[in-house]
């Protein structure tokens, strides 16, 4: 089983760089591109517990969705997480797994860290 999953948008250059060091450095990875293969309200509530954040803190709040739903007032994470689903291209990128801890690739240095 590979120890390691990468939520991934291709189209992403941040996203693309975290791909492209984890095969640097040889580590055998699942990939997981989340725009087409959605994650479940469950697995989005689990990966939060695994960041150690809230669901704000693991969505893009530039993103046009985002002001068009409204979100910046809502204060329910169950509402959020909700958002996520229904609409994943709000799921901030890249996120690197590994085991029970996750980090989101922003800056890059977290991968390096988490990844040690």
């Known amino acids: 089983m590979r ?3 990468l939520w991934h948008n291709p189209r992403c250059s941040k ?4 791909f492209k060091y984890l095969e640097e ?3 055998e990875m699942n990939v997981r591109k989340y725009l087409e293969e959605t994650p479940s309200k469950e697995e ?3 990966l939060l517990v695994k960041l150690g954040c809230g669901a704000r803190e693991l969505m893009r709040t530039k993103e046009s969705i985002y002001k068009e739903l409204d979100l910046t007032h809502e204060d329910s994470e169950e509402k959020l997480i909700e958002a996520m689903v229904a609409h ?3 799921i901030e990128r890249p996120i690197v797994i590994k085991g029970d801890r ?3 690739g ?3 240095e977290r991968v390096i860290a ?3």
């Open 3 to 5: 120890e390691i999953t």
């Open 15 to 18: 996203s693309r760089d975290a």
């Open 25 to 27: 450095k040889a580590l």
């Open 44 to 46: 989005i509530e689990s």
């Open 88 to 90: 994943p291209k709000l």
């Open 102 to 104: 996750a980090v989101i």
């Open 106 to 108: 922003r800056p890059f």
């Open 114 to 116: 988490l990844l040690g």
